[in-house]
């Protein structure tokens, strides 16, 4: 009973709060490791200085007027307003352009065109990865070698092929320019693959699963995580691209063409710079949707695991 006494008036009560708990976490360590982690907590809140206050300063030139953008844009407006929010699809329309379809025109560019490309990438990378054939080395040399041609490169060449071909304004022609397969995002795939175990693949096969069935159903799921992983990275650049409509699709402006033009004449139309920044802001919504959504996919695909139903 003594010693029972003894333990419990030694023990130390667990600290509540979080400034306690990291405090007490970080108190057993030595100086120089709270020097080191001091300088990364101080870079750490730079970078993220850096990269949140545009969106920040985006964020509040969107609720001012135009008298008080032009007063200063880094103060603080008078009182916070949403017109601009309304005004951006008039303002639109007045610059010569339609918002609604420039929309449609991102959605079916950006998802459209890298769920084909993440589909392609991933029918290439599977068997390279997997399994032997004549020719694999061949594949996946041809898969480095376009990835190091440089981007102004290969454009060019592609374009002069497309005018030769009269595929120029057409759809078409974006797809095949865009939706490959044999670029980074097979890569990526590639080393994915190689590193799923293949014990589930051995179980499936002693099942009687054929070659489909194993894919679909011992592997496909396992790298889902890293498959809508490419999938939200490819339709953010696609989606933020104004040089690929440019070049094979000036019939069919895409929002980013759209900003791009909108900024130049914003000065000239009611509204100006405000509603410009309005317009960004309604510009990035659906990316920070997708952001959400496919997060959450990535946690219910890896908490899965290999087998499914």
Known sequence: MKQLNIKKGGS??????????IRHRYAA?????????????????????FSVYPMFWCVINSMKTLEEYFEGSLALPERFTLVNYANVF?????????????????????????FLNVGASVL???????YNFPGKKLLYGIIIFRITIPII???????????TLGMIDNPLSFWM??????????????GYFSGISKTYSEAAFIDGANR?????????????????ALYIN??????????????????????????YEFDGMSLFVEGGKPVYFASIILTAIPPIVLYSAGQKLMLENMSIGGIKG
Request: net charge positive; proline share 5%.
């Open 12 to 21: 130390k009560s667990r600290p509540t709060g979080i400034f306690e708990r």
């Open 29 to 49: 360590r030595d100086k120089s490791q709270n020097i080191i982690f001091g300088i990364y907590f101080i870079l750490f809140l730079l970078f993220s200085v």
């Open 90 to 114: 008039r303002v639109f329309e007045i610059a010569g352009q339609d918002y609604w379809v420039m929309l449609f025109n991102s959605f079916w560019q950006a998802f459209g065109s890298c």
């Open 124 to 130: 290439i990378a599977y068997p390279i990865a997997r």
């Open 153 to 163: 490169g290969s454009a060019a060449s592609e374009y002069k092929l497309f005018r």
């Open 177 to 190: 320019a865009w939706v490959s397969g044999f670029d980074f995002t097979a890569l990526v795939l590639y």
């Open 212 to 228: 489909l069935q194993v894919f679909f159903y011992a592997v496909l799921p396992q790298a889902m995580p890293c498959i809508v």
């Open 234 to 259: 490819q339709v953010i650049a696609k989606w933020n691209d104004y040089t690929t409509p440019q070049l094979y699709l000036r019939s069919y402006p895409n929002l980013a063409y759209g900003l």
